[in-house]
Each structure stands twice: as C-alpha cells, then as structure tokens.
C-alpha cells in the first residue's frame, strides 16, 4: 500500500514504470519479430494438460467450452497451490528447515534473495509467505526476520507473469511483456525504495505489528480491514476514475 501511494502518482505524472518496461520488453521483442514464440516456455508444459481437460469437456461447444475451461484451470490453479503449500510444510524438517533458518538468518540481501528464489520455484507468493507464518506463531523467527523474505517474495511471484507473458505471439507479445514487466519494475523498485530508505522500512513493521494486535482482540476489526483495503476502496478508487 505505502508502494502504491509512492508509485501510482508518479505513473500517473511520469509514465517511469511504463516507459521502463516498454524498454526491456523492446529489446527482448525487437522491430523484426513482435513474437515471443521463440520464449514461450509455458505452452509445452500444459499441453497435454490442456489436451485432457478438452477432450473432456469436449461435449459443450463454443463460449461454454471456453468458460469450463477457464474454470477448470481456476480449480486446478487452487489445487495445485493447497497441496504445494502441505507438501512444503512437510518438507521443511531437519537439513531443509535447517537450510532455511540459515538463509532468513544470514541479513536482509539473502533473505530477499532466499524469498525471490522459493517463490520461484512455487510460483506462488502466498504459499511462500503461509510458510512462514506458523514460524513465526512458534517464535522461531521474528516479524523483523521474516520481513525482508516476505519481500523476496513479492519480488518472485514477478516471474507468474513473465511466464504468462510468453505464451502470447503476434503483435500484442510485446504489449503483453511490457505489462508483465511493469509487474516487475513495480515490485523490484518498491523494495529497493522503501526497504532501503530506513524511515520508510520500519513503516511496514509498525504498522503490521499494531494491525496485527488490534485484529488479534477484535476479529471483526480485521475483516474490516481486509474488505475495506482489498474491495472497498479499490471499488471506490475504480468507479471514480471512471
């Protein structure tokens, strides 16, 4: 949020995000080839996948057979995440936990990296970060400990949307690139920013810490909080531009 209220002015006023992602995605795309079908690592992976799902839904025709499909894949997204996020809390015993409490432990720089690169591997930033958090519960690490891992993970559910972005071909492979990449920029230079100003990057610790007691004493607090940040002001903000 405190990135949004940095970033999102200066996109309106500048275009910097914009004008930096337009960059990169122009040098990988090119004025030869607006195809990124040379990159596309996702479409060989869930073509058989995709193939199955098909043929069984293979009895609805038209618009019904697109909209099943998305459906499927929304369940099978929500899945795959649920059962990821269980087999990693099993998994994270004896050398492996070891191996994580040495890579949150080791200062700021490794814990982004160590968060960027598990994120990576689940392409889920919430997995990463559930993970976390009975560690937490537990007292094995501290809020201050996990905070630069949970900002390397912000930083590795970036590459969702590469990967996304490379399954497009034809003139819009470069629109959508440059639209993953702001996804990047955005998060790499909102960590940069405030992780690195100190003023700023104790603002996230404070004030999670005093949400955190004022949800824990009244629940309804903390839902208020959820759908008031996450529903109703979005909605707020989104019909007033409109």
Known sequence: MIAVAIFLPLEIMFGILQKLAASL??????????????????????????GLIKDAL????????????????????????????????????????????????RGPLVGIGSGAAVTIMVQSSSTTTSLMIPLAGSGVFTTRQIYPFTLGA??????TALLAATSITGPAAEVALTIALVHVMFNVLAVALIYGIPVLRELP??????????????????????????????????????
């Open 25 to 50: 995605s122009h040098m990988f795309v090119g004025d030869a080839d607006l195809s990124l079908k040379s990159y596309n690592f996702i479409k060989p992976l869930v073509k058989p996948t995709v």
């Open 58 to 105: 293979s009895f609805l025709d038209g618009k019904l057979l697109g909209i099943a499909m998305v459906v499927a894949g929304i369940g099978l997204i929500l899945f795959s995440v649920t059962v990821l996020g269980k087999l990693l809390k099993k998994a994270l015993v004896g050398r492996a936990k070891d191996i994580l409490h040495s890579a949150i432990g």
């Open 154 to 159: 912000n930083i590795g559910t970036t590459i």
């Open 205 to 242: 610790l404070k004030c999670a810490e005093k949400l955190a007691q004022v949800g824990a004493n009244n629940k309804p607090v903390a839902l208020g909080y959820v759908l008031g940040s996450f529903f109703i002001l979005p909605g707020i903000i989104m019909l007033a531009v409109r």
